[in-house]
């Protein structure tokens, strides 16, 4: 056989079908997570990856078909201990307590603490801290028992992931991490057989419009086909000696274990949970829990020493001390909470829960975890696909054969 331009020119199409469809999955894999922000002219002219792009309605999936299912707001609470917290941030809140005390009653009643002497302060200062684990105890259940009206877990993941499309992404390429390389790689596999007919058809039948079409063909089925084979078929099914199943369902085990891991990390943590608790839609129901405690303990504080203590402050003032005692324990929350971290990480377990549940999912439960990333927009990876096949068929036309 001999090997001239012509022989050269036509087995040439079967690998530059595969080096398109190469290209075409590589780029369809790059534009669902990257730019994370909108590069270009808004609104149309530019790209932004579409998953940061809908990282709201990505959140709030994630929510109802995962999180939101395996992960109850009022079983987490149980697992914190009153006193286990009290120990956890005891120094901390002895510090901000005894400030409180001073800030709350040099603007109350400047002229009868200066009078109490230091040896009445420590007092004062004692009786609070010994009565400081009851009290942080007894808030503790109350927290547990309002928990669904102080922490929205829809809030916090979506709050998280708006806030962060960075993260958005790195969940999803975490738990796909096997799943996106072999889109890009499969591309290169089905271009190649793609290419076989259309080289065959070409050496029969050279219409100007037959390698435009192939380019476009296998732009388009590659990533149709790579995606089907994620995901279908669902459940294991036997061709004779061999099992097959969709590529992300079978590792739903592995995937389970470092998606559970990152959701633990980085976005259900004790601290985004405290900022969602303090500054999200339940703060208002937290501050009421703190302000009841507070003037209780208040109360129970200067019984003692009434009514000479509701002379000396008045009875304005005395309401506008609580108030104030309230308002400076509840803004050192964070800062106190901060000390808490480590025993509420250990206590929480979201991690280990999270993993043994979606190991438990059924396949179509499981898929909701990644799917959701392709089946809204799917349809513009595979045109786009489509497309840019399209062009390297006319480029390959153009270049190879005219």
Known sequence: ???????????????????????????????????????????????????????????????????????????????????????????????VLKSVVNEVMEASAPDLWAAV??????????????????????????????????????????????GSPSLINEIFLTAGAKEFPFIVRSGFYFGFLFGLPTMFLWHYFQAWWLLPLGGLLVGYATNWIAIKIIFEPKRPRKFGPVTVQGMFLKRQAEVSRVYAEIIENKLITPQNITHVILHGSGSASLLELIELHVNDAIERYVAIAQPYFGL????????????????????????????????????????????????????????????????????KLILTGALLGLAAGFAQLYLVFI
């Open 312 to 379: 000396g402050v008045g009875s304005e003032n005395y309401f506008k001390m609580k108030a104030l005692a309230v308002q400076r324990i509840f803004e050192n929350s964070d800062k106190t909470l901060f000390y808490a971290y480590d025993y509420a990480h250990s206590a929480l377990r979201v991690g280990d829960d999270l993993r043994l549940r979606m190991q438990a999912l059924s396949p179509e439960e499981f898929e909701g975890v990644l799917r959701p990333a392709y089946r809204q927009d799917e349809w």
């Open 1 to 95: 056989m001999e090997w001239n331009p012509e022989l050269l020119s036509l087995l040439s199409i079967p690998f530059i079908s595969a080096i398109v469809g190469w290209v075409t999955n590589y780029l369809a894999v790059k534009m669902m997570f990257y730019p994370i922000e909108f590069k270009g002219i808004r609104p149309f002219l530019g790209w932004q990856g579409l998953i940061p792009a809908k990282r709201r309605e990505m959140a709030e999936i994630e929510v109802e078909l995962v999180l939101g299912k395996l992960l109850s707001v009022e079983e987490l609470a149980q697992r914190l201990d009153g006193e286990q917290l009290a120990c956890a941030i005891e120094r901390r809140l002895k510090q």
């Open 117 to 162: 002497p230091v040896q009445g302060k420590n007092l004062v200062y004692r009786r609070i801290e010994n009565d400081m684990p009851r009290v942080v105890k007894k808030l503790v259940t109350d927290f547990q028992l309002n928990i669904n009206e102080i922490l929205n877990i829809k809030e916090l993941v979506v709050e998280q992931l708006v």
